[in-house]
Every structure is written in C-alpha cells, then in structure tokens.
C-alpha cells in the first residue's frame, strides 16, 4: 500500500500533514460537540494536497439529528469523503447495527454527492455488526500489517496502527490520484 494516511481528532490540534495522502478529521460526536480545530486542521491538510475526510461519533438515539448535525457543521467542500465512527463511547454504550444503518443511509441523503463510509473495529464487525452495511466504503481498525486486516469483506481504508499520537491508515487505491477520483466521481 503506498497510499497513506492518518486520522485525527481535537487532540492533535497541531500536526504535520505532510507525506499524508489523505487525512480524516473528527467533526462532531452526538448532536453537541463540535471540533474548535477542524477548520484549521482540513485548511492544513488541504495545503498539503491530501485528500480531506470528517468523521461522526455515533452515538445511540436521534440518529437523523446526528446525521443533519455533523453535516451541518463538517466543513466539507467536494471530493470531501463522510465517515460514521461506530465504536463504544466513554460511557460504554453504542449506537445499534440499525442506528449505524440509519446514520449511514441518512449522510447519505443529506449529502449524496459524497463518499459515506463506515469505520469500526473487527469487534464490532464481526460481533455487532449483523448487516455489513457500510454505504460506499469499510473503514476498518486492525492493528496488524499495514493493509492486511483480518477480515474477508473488502475494505476501502485500514486503520492498522496507533504510533506516537497518530493513528495511521492505508487506503485499498493504487496512488492519491486514484483515491481522489474515486472520492469526486459523485460530485460530476
């Protein structure tokens, strides 16, 4: 894999976007908390001409209004790919199999000239997960080699390692063009 990446979130208000193919930033969690960074962070990552992603911690309940939420407040322009992140939050709850469904189908509604994908763990795909819905793309996290994920559906980005304060990832595309065309093809 030579197409590289990283995700970040508010805690990596500062980093250094170059050498990255692609950059996914966290936008919004629920239907309250928003990012102060993500502005700066998508301005820096879009300077060093990788391609941009905002993601969306799920949580359970209101599901169309998380959806409208972290469209309305991800700065998106297009060729921007939108990711739920379908994890356990602090409190050790997590959005159903059909809540993820719905958020996913809803981004989608919302923003159909988008790339949706989903991101979630090998627990969760293959213990929660009962539907493989993942709208345009898995994102998964294994962290093993670098994209060799543990799993037989097909994958679209490979969160495999937690080094430093950054968590990297490889994309299933031969080159950044390629990932590029792929993220604006909806958008013609």
Known sequence: MTVKGVDISAYQPEFDPSGWDFVFIKATEGRSWKSSVRHKQATAARDAGAVVGFYHFLWP????????????????????????????????????????????????????????????????????????????????????????????????????SHAGNLDRNVAAFPTRAALRAWATELTA
């Open 61 to 160: 309940g209101n599901i169309a209004a998380q959806a409208a939420y972290f469209v309305e407040h991800a700065p998106l322009r297009p060729g921007d790919v939108l990711a739920c992140d379908w994890e356990d939050n602090l409190e050790g709850t997590a959005a159903s199999c059909a809540e993820k469904d719905a958020f996913l189908a809803e981004v989608k509604r919302l923003r159909p000239e988008h790339r949706v994908v989903l991101y979630c763990n090998r627990d969760f795909w293959f213990h929660r997960d009962t539907t493989s819905g993942c709208a345009d793309g898995l994102w998964i996290a294994d962290l093993t080699t670098a994209g060799r994920p543990r799993i037989r559906h097909p994958w679209t980005f490979h969160q495999y």
